[in-house]
């Protein structure tokens, strides 16, 4: 997703907050694109169905070309609604389930499909306008019916090239790292910053898949190594890539930060370490008990439209799911997907969440 100074980032953080606070989260933070600004999806503001509300995260973007096209081919108008992250996002659906204020959502990631088709927050739905090469990105399990890709992207470590071929902070003359191994030893675990896994969806991903690369609780002492020697956690992803990273605006002390495989696109003197990626794809769907369904219906085929899809890379710094969209020529050259990521079991994911956060902080905090 973009940074909000500009449609020339690298993709932000879907920060998420863990469905154990849903108590606190208050229910604020409302954006509108379009439509006349009443988030009630009730609204009758045309003969062929009136207004249809999405709640999305708040690095959705689309423009206002997009929103007249899609009013203008479905007859609805159309209202967003953006509480926050994406964590904010889930939280928010699963507080409104007996009385959902949005007929549709956009921007929930793998982890968190499942925990909301079990809550009875979501509808099925399955656009038929999904191209083929969606089709192995669908959801997992029970939520396969309910949720329709739309995105996709990497969670990847990324290194800043430039640091290691010439600045004269590399006083020992250290080779970029190549593999998830070698970010353990406290040569580069010094120079690399994470992500607080409590805080951000990244964080979350990279701890799902050091536990997948290292399976049987190797992935605790993976950690572990990575805390000794000196690795910084940031608690969201723009911290860590504008403040923590060399390559990157800020100009700071790490060469190599927890990110995505866009980020290159933005920065081509960076790369990401292949072996170190996982997958990470944002799915729409439409909300049980929408006033509108036919609208959220309406509203995740036109996501799925061609014109939307060329979109996405640089509005909102992610793949699209349909592989016949060409994709900008700095991403060709500097931002394509690693070929073999590491592919976290979301079943295993969703049970085994809480203990891995757990764990986790408790090896953070000693």
């Not at 990273?245 to 790490?254: A, L, M, R, V």
Request: charged fraction near 20%; glycine fraction near 8%.
């Amino acid at each position: 997703m973009l940074n909000p100074t500009s449609t020339r980032r690298a993709r932000t953080a879907l920060t998420v907050s863990g469905l154990a606070v849903v108590s606190t989260l208050a229910l604020a933070g409302c954006s509108l694109t379009g439509g006349s600004g009443d988030s009630n999806g009730s609204d009758e503001a045309g003969e062929s169905g009136g207004t249809v509300t999405i709640m999305t995260h708040d690095s959705f973007a689309i423009s206002e070309e997009q929103i007249a096209e899609f009013e203008e081919q479905s007859g609805y108008e159309l209202v967003t609604t953006a509480p926050g992250d994406s964590g904010a996002l889930v939280n928010q659906l699963i507080l409104q389930k007996d009385s959902p204020t949005v007929d549709g959502v956009y921007g929930i990631e793998d982890y968190s499909t499942a925990p909301l088709v079990d809550e009875g927050v979501m509808a099925e739905y399955s656009s038929e306008a999904l191209p083929d090469s969606a089709q192995e990105l669908l959801a997992d399990g029970d939520a396969v019916g309910y949720f329709t890709p739309i995105d996709q992207g990497q969670v990847c470590i990324n290194v800043d090239d430039a640091w290691f071929a010439d600045d004269a902070s590399n006083t020992d003359e250290l080779a970029a790292p190549t593999s998830l191994e070698q970010l353990r030893d406290p040569e580069y675990a010094e120079l690399l910053t994470v992500i607080d896994p409590n805080t951000s969806s990244p964080g979350l991903a990279f701890l799902a898949a050091t536990a997948t690369a290292y399976p049987d609780g190797e992935w605790e002492n993976y950690w572990s190594d990575l805390l000794d020697g000196g690795a910084t956690v940031a608690s969201g992803w723009s911290d860590a890539y504008y403040v923590e990273f060399s390559g990157s605006d800020g100009e700071g002390p790490s060469p190599l930060v927890l990110s995505y495989s866009s980020s290159p696109a933005y920065e081509p003197t960076t790369s990401i370490i292949e072996d170190s990626c996982s997958p990470q794809v944002e799915y729409a769907g439409v909300v049980e008990g929408a006033q509108n369904p036919e609208g959220a219906q309406a509203f995740i085929d036109f996501l799925l439209s061609e014109d939307f899809q060329a979109s996405l890379p640089e509005a909102m710094y992610m793949y699209p799911v349909d592989d016949s969209v060409e994709l900008p020529t700095e991403w060709t050259e500097n931002a394509q997907l690693a070929e073999d990521p590491i592919r976290p079991d979301t079943a295993e994911v969703a049970e085994q969440r809480a203990d891995w956060l757990t764990t986790w902080t408790e090896l953070y905090e000693s």
